[in-house]
């Protein structure tokens, strides 16, 4: 079995289970949790890293709704500031289980996504109250990072794609503190219509817009009103829990002298 990822053009190689389970070490190391699964650190023999996000357990095959609906979202997407869907697996494999007291051979649906690796992990990590360590620079070379990769998924390509859980968990950091938008588990196609109405909960408290806490309505603007948080937790930093405290003008204020900031570095390209 050849211990690589073979890419055809830009269409993502499908990758059997056994090898999803040698790469990842039968799963050792752990990176983190999404909306449908957990993410696996994976190394080939060449040394070349992946995250391998396994779903939870799901019945059927390649149809499955939730597997087959992060897969097409994320299949044909290029950019620098989207994190990348390299490999897939979608298999029903032979495992061992017990039925009526006996012990029986049954098919198990093993599926999972392979991204690219994104070595400084999620963004939440660098604007927390134990790290301070984010210069200026790096604050707007990751707004504008996230921005431009929002633009592409609502404006640049044929179906625009609403994210609705764009959170700094979600955003994250390569060795050059490039953002990649990651994690489209719940993320939705758009079409011309302007709004959609929702009981389901979505997203993450904290980032949701007065519209979907008030009315549970989804609309072009959810992943914006997201942005705006993130963008103001990327300016304060460890002051972002002291800001909600303030009053109106006090934290305007407070914004407004950050952003003095950020627009100062926006004439420089990094």
Request: net charge negative.
């Amino acid at each position: 079995m050849e211990n690589t990822a073979q890419r055809s053009g830009n269409e993502p190689s499908e990758l059997p289970y056994e090898l999803i389970k040698l790469i990842t070490k039968d799963f050792s190391e752990e990176l983190g949790r999404g909306t449908f699964g957990i993410v696996y650190k994976g190394v080939y023999a060449d040394g070349a890293e992946i995250a391998v996000k396994v779903l939870r357990n799901i019945s059927g095959g390649l149809d499955d709704v939730e597997f087959q609906k992060e897969f097409d979202n994320l299949r044909g997407l290029k950019h620098p500031n989207i994190v990348e869907l390299v490999a897939f697996c979608n298999e029903i494999v032979e495992e061992p289980a017990e039925f009526q007291g006996q012990q029986i051979t049954a098919g198990r649906v093993r599926t999972a996504l392979c991204f690219e690796y994104v070595h400084n992990g999620g963004l939440n990590k660098f604007i927390s109250d134990q790290y301070t360590g984010l210069g200026w620079p790096e604050r707007y070379k990751i707004i504008r990072g996230v921005c431009e990769g929002l633009a592409y998924l609502r404006l640049e390509i044929e179906n625009p794609i609403m994210h609705l859980d764009l959170k700094p968990e979600n955003i994250l950091l390569n060795k050059n503190m490039e953002a990649k938008i990651a994690d489209f588990g719940i993320s939705k196609l758009f079409g011309e219509e302007n709004t959609k109405k929702t009981m389901s909960v979505i997203g993450t408290m904290g980032y949701w817009p007065p519209e979907y806490i008030k009315h549970q309505i989804i609309s072009k603007e959810f992943d914006i009103f997201s942005l705006g948080v993130i963008i103001v937790k990327i300016m304060v930093g460890q002051n972002y829990n002291s800001i909600v405290e303030m009053t109106a003008r006090k934290s305007i204020k407070l914004v407004r002298i950050t952003s003095s900031y950020v627009s100062f570095l926006s004439q420089y390209r990094y």
